[in-house]
């Protein structure tokens, strides 16, 4: 089979650079391919079953919590400034192997941290680590998959993702409350996950890079002219749906230890796992829907997702609260699938990772800003209203990103 890349009106991508290695293609070298994704994404969610404890020994207030958050946040977007261009330019595995040294890094101090700015460097080595793995990491596994196989690629890359983030707290909080060192012993196997990432990366069958473009190499993403629609579709409905998995990870701790009135950490590892399990398994199910049809649906999970939080806060039940948050990973995994997937089949693939890094950061920004501007407000006003408050103005967001599905033509997005 040949690994060369030809144009067609339904293939716009061009050759990276030389072919590729035979094992190129293969079934077992795509998931294996995602690999990587998936372990960087267990620490990126790692610490929070953890929060709770670190609060209780540090004694730090919602608002502090909410900045050590959102240092990851300001980490990954650092990152997404780079590591597209960068991976482009240079190739998927020299912009990953040295992001999985900063996730390394990242575990090291977790384990031993004495106080929040040990926390917040921690936090941030990991939003970096995360910046290049969906960057140079997920388009790794496009890449891998061939042309032929993108939508496989796109699926198999969300799901890395989503399930990675899930992974992460469930794993924290299960070893937090059942062995001796909670953060000693969560970080060191983690650290033997992400040894066995860099293993992966280093065989990995890529392409070799073309030469370094000329530019900048630190610039905000972006996609071509032709496919900016595509990439505002993508976070019109990926963004509210991640900023309310965040909210479920910064502050689902607290809400849960209000309505139980425990800091039982593997309950809300539990919750958390079994948000992004839901991320996972809907775009399984959704994969074979059209695009639009994905879209409008992961929208309309974020608005329910919002409904339902509001109803837990004011009720102070748990089972609703879950509800919320099973509701908010499905909104996040559709609008991520389909964001993925109209990236994957339209983007070059010399363009690909700036393109994934340009959704990522449309995502975040708002996944960053607003769980940490609703812990502040929970101090001032209780966290009940300002819960209340994200859910409206996330709901709105979620109800503007249906529209602006619905005033594109099917044709764009689903093309026949």
Known sequence: MSTSRTLSPRSPRLPLSSPAPRERGSTAWIWLAAWPVTAVFV?????????????????FSRGTLTVIFASYIAGLLGSLLVSGVASDRLGRRRVLVPALGLALAACAIFAVAPGVPALIIARLFSG???GAVVSAGMAAVTDVAGPERTPLAALLASCAMVLGAGLGPLLAGVLSETVPGPTVTVFLVEAVLLATAVLTVLRMPLPRPPAPGSGSWVRLPRVPAANRR??????????????????????????LSGLLDTTNRIVAGAMAFAMFLTSTAVQFAVRSLRRRTILLTGAGATLAAMGALVAAVHTGS??????????????????????????????????????????????????????????????????????????????????????????????????A
């Open 318 to 415: 748990v089972a609703v609260l879950v509800a919320a948050a099973l509701l908010a990973g499905a909104g996040q995994g559709m609008g991520q699938l389909g964001g993925l997937s109209l990236l994957n089949s339209n983007v070059p693939a010399e363009r690909l990772a700036e393109a994934n890094a340009a959704l990522n950061v449309g995502g975040y920004l708002p996944a960053g800003l607003l769980p940490v501007s609703t812990g502040y407000l929970s101090e001032a006003v209780g966290l009940t209203r300002g819960a209340t408050t994200f859910g409206t103005v996330l709901a709105a967001l979620a109800v503007a990103g249906a529209l602006v599905v619905l005033a594109t033509r099917p044709h764009d997005i689903d093309p």
């Open 128 to 130: 970096i680590a995360v």
């Open 43 to 59: 620490l990126s969610n790692a610490a929070t079953p953890l929060y709770v404890l670190w609060q209780r020994d540090l004694g």
């Open 230 to 255: 595509h990439l505002i579709l993508g976070i019109a409905v990926f963004a509210p749906g991640i900023t309310a998995t965040s909210f479920v990870l910064s502050l689902g701790p607290s809400l």
